[in-house]
């Protein structure tokens, strides 16, 4: 009777355990771990992946880890290839890609296809207040760092100087936290990035350090939405940081979005969503950003929906527009 009452007891905690999801098996096709490729270490994405691996391990069982990338354009690029399980990219990058424009040079990257809306990215920049700078147009001559290689400030932040007119002195590549070194250190003059708000960089600088935080002008904004349609513009409002905490900042804005391979099984990304939507509290505590993860917010997306989103999105009720799903 012991021996029957022990092994009573051990299957009751298997069964405990499968149904928290703890030992629960990967169904057949789905992946037993998962890579989410993000950005450098110190952006929005990197804080945001994290709360997206806690989500997936908590709720469906599925371990994950983050991956340090160049940013959007260089997870499009890793998610073509199959080297990512999920990818975050913004809609630039992503629309470039899947179209062939831009930073895709003529290659088509339509492997890729959006799962769900992130939140709205926000094209920030700052300098110490010191140097007297207060404006891109401040930056002619100047040295400005844009993040990293294959990221989207990378990508754009040069464009929208050429269409400012700001001819820089020195356009510098590095993760956020490298660039907050330098300039910290007077290597270079302004630190740009997009990402959410708000800023991690900057509500961390701000409590040791004077800074000037500013956006992109409305005029310049203007006439970089007039070349590259993806982006819109938005409202830092005053208060996010103390540089700017009696004003508003305008600048442009542009949507994120994560994205995985058309490969990837529907009813994998189908239960990935129910998930996502049931827990969005565990992705709001990584970051506030995500509280703008919102069903209504997918006809955003720049690319192709996966088979496995377009039946949870219309099982909810969302009119999908045509381009958004493939026949």
Sequence with gaps: ???????????????????????????????????????????????????????????????????????????????????????????????????????????????????????????????????????????NGKAVGVGPVGGTPATYWPVILQVAGVKAGRIVNASSADLNSQIKDGMIDANGQSVGLPWVTITEVETTEAVNVYGVPGDVADKFIEKYPYFAKGIIPKGTYKSNADQDLTTLTIWNFMVVHKDTPDDFVYEVLKATFSNLDILIASHKSAEEVKIENVVYSPVPLHPGAVKFYKEKGITLPDRLILK
């Design 1 to 139: 009777m012991k021996r029957i009452a022990t092994w009573s007891l051990a299957i009751g905690c298997i069964l405990l355990l499968t149904a928290g999801g703890l030992w629960a098996q990967p169904k057949e096709g789905w992946p037993k771990s998962v890579t989410i490729g993000a950005a450098p270490i110190g952006g929005t994405y990197y804080v945001w992946a994290g709360g997206f691996v806690k989500l997936l391990n908590d709720k469906m069982g599925i371990p994950g880890n983050v991956e340090s990338t160049g940013g959007p354009v260089h997870n499009v690029q890793l998610i073509e290839e199959k080297k990512l399980d999920f990818g975050m990219v913004t809609n630039g990058p992503s629309g470039e890609g899947w179209n062939g424009d831009g930073w895709a040079k003529g290659k088509k990257y339509q492997n890729q296809r959006a799962i769900f809306p992130m939140y709205t990215t926000y094209f920030q920049m700052y300098s110490m207040k010191k140097s007297g700078i207060k404006s891109i147009l401040d930056l």
